[in-house]
Nanobody, 121 residues
C-alpha cells in the first residue's frame, strides 16, 4: 500500500496562509495523481485540488485563485499552498492517490490520515 503522510496544518487567522505537504517514503508520488480533500465536522469529504501525473491541475470553485497545488519530485512531495484562508476552509485535510485526477473522494485509492487546519481569530 502507498503510505501517505500529510503535514503542515495548524491554527491560522482569517486571511492567513498555510502550506500543506503530502509525502511518501515508500512510493514515487509522480507515478500517481495526487488529490487534496477536506472534511469538516458534520460535512461530507470534499475535493479541494488535484494534480495529475502530467501535472495538470484542478481546483474546486471554492478555492480557485487562493490555493495552489504543486509537486517537488526531488523531495517526493506534493504541496497545497493555501492563501487568504477563510473560516470555511477549516477542516481535516487529506491527500490521496489515484491513477487519474478526481475531486470525487470515491475515485481515489490510498489515503493519508490527514492534517488539521483551523482558521480562527
Amino acid at each position: 500500500q502507498v503510505q501517505l503522510v500529510e503535514s503542515g496544518g495548524g491554527l491560522v487567522q482569517p486571511g492567513g496562509s498555510l502550506r500543506l505537504s503530502c509525502a511518501s517514503s515508500r512510493f514515487t508520488l509522480d507515478d500517481y495523481a495526487i488529490g487534496w480533500f477536506r472534511q469538516a465536522p458534520g460535512k461530507e469529504r470534499e475535493g479541494v485540488s488535484c494534480i495529475s501525473r502530467h501535472n495538470d491541475t484542478y481546483y474546486a470553485d471554492s478555492v480557485k485563485g487562493r490555493f495552489t497545488i504543486s509537486r517537488d519530485n526531488a523531495k517526493n512531495t506534493v504541496y497545497l499552498q493555501m492563501n487568504s484562508l477563510e473560516p470555511e476552509d477549516a477542516a481535516l485535510y487529506y491527500c490521496a492517490t489515484g491513477l487519474l485526477c478526481s475531486l470525487y473522494y470515491y475515485a481515489m485509492d490510498f489515503w493519508g490520515k490527514g492534517t488539521l487546519v483551523t482558521v480562527s481569530s
